[in-house]
C-alpha cells in the first residue's frame, strides 16, 4: 500500500483528495502547513508527499528543504502558480513533479504511481481491473466495457463515470460526489450535467441500462444485481 501525505492548507482539497486516494486503497494522512509536514516525516515513513506551495507559517519550498535533510521522499508539489520560474526552483530543492491547480484526482493518483514506481525502481503498470456482470464486462484497465461479448460505444466521460459508478457499485452516490470525483475540483457545471451523461451512458448499455439507479433527491447508484 502505498502511503502518502498531503500538505495543503485548504481542507476541502485535503478531504477530497483523502477520500478519492482512500477509495483506490491508498493510506493517507494529512497536514494543514508546511511545519506539520515536516514533523511528520520525522515519526512516520511515507512513500510519496504532495505538497503546497503557499501555506501559513513554513511554505512548501522550504518544507521540502527540510524533509530532505532528514529523508528522501519523493514529492509532487501542488500550487495555484503556473509560472516557468516557479517550476525550476521547485525542481531544484528536490521536487519530483509539479501540478497546477484546480487539478484532477485522477490525474494526481497517475503521476503518484509514476513517481514511487521511479523512486523504487519498480514498473508502473497496475494491475489488470476488471468487473463483470452478467454479460457486461467492464474492463477499466483496457477501458473497454462489452456489452454480451459485443464492444460497447461510449465517450470518454462516458467511460469514466461508469468506471467511478463500477468501483463504488451498491453505495449511493451524490451528484456532487460525482461532479467531484469524474469531473475533477475544476469543473464549474452543475447537477445537470451528471443526470445527462447518465441519460446517455444508460442508452448506450442497452439491456443493461437499469444496473443505473436514480436515488430521488440524492443521485445515482451502481447495481451489481441488474
Known sequence: MIRILIADDEEAIRSGFMDYAGFLGFEV???CDG???VALCR????DVIIMDVMMPRMDGYIAVKEIKKIKDIPVLMLSARGEEYDKLFGFEVGVDDYVTKPFSPKEVIARIQVIVARHSGTSAEPPHEVYTFGGMVVDITARVVTLDGVPASL???EYDLLFYLVRNKNIALSREKLLTHVWGFDFCGDDRTVDTHVKTLRGNLGCYKDCLVTLRGVGYRFEDQC
Open 29 to 31: 494522512t494529512q497536514a
Open 35 to 37: 511545519m506539520e509536514a
Open 43 to 46: 515519526e512516520q515513513n511515507f
Open 155 to 157: 465517450t470518454p466521460k
